[in-house]
């Protein structure tokens, strides 16, 4: 397994990639535009990872009061890169962070990777009828059209 150098230094993250992936092949984001995600990075502690000799090729967030909350989002490895094992670094860095210790609740949505948060410790709400949300899944394409 390869190693990523794992940064949470905002200035080391390529704007363009994530950007780019997160508009055109997230399946929660299709069409964000880039003041978004430049609004969601600034509110957010970041994750990239990293290799030599290539670059970004990995990101997190996660949006959190660094007291009791945290929510993972924005989770990716580039398509070229995946299969070796660069999530499981991805989020084992982000659950190590100091600023995350001791949150009462760490939550995250996700359609197509229960297995790898499982292995984190990630389930099933234990109420899921005391949760709620506003869900707006097409936000991004309806702004694009109204811009």
Do not use: N
Not at 46 to 55: A, D, H, N, S
């Amino acid at each position: 397994m390869s190693q990523l150098r794992i940064s949470t230094d905002k200035h080391e993250l390529d704007m363009d990639l994530i950007h780019r992936f997160l508009s055109t092949e997230a399946y929660w984001s299709q069409g964000i535009d880039r003041r978004t995600v430049e609004q969601a990075i600034a509110g957010s502690l970041c994750v990239g990872g990293y290799l030599e000799g290539v670059g970004q090729v990995a990101f997190a967030r996660v949006i959190t009061d660094g007291a009791t909350f945290g929510y993972l989002a924005d989770v990716f490895v580039l398509p070229e890169h995946r299969g070796r094992g660069f999530s499981k670094q991805l989020v084992a860095a982000i659950l190590a962070q100091p600023s995350l210790q001791g949150l009462r609740r760490f939550m995250l949505a996700t359609s197509d990777a229960h297995g790898l948060y499982a292995q984190f410790g990630f389930a099933a709400p234990a109420k899921p009828q005391s949760l709620m949300e506003i869900l707006r899944p097409a936000i991004y394409q309806t702004a694009a059209a109204d811009a």
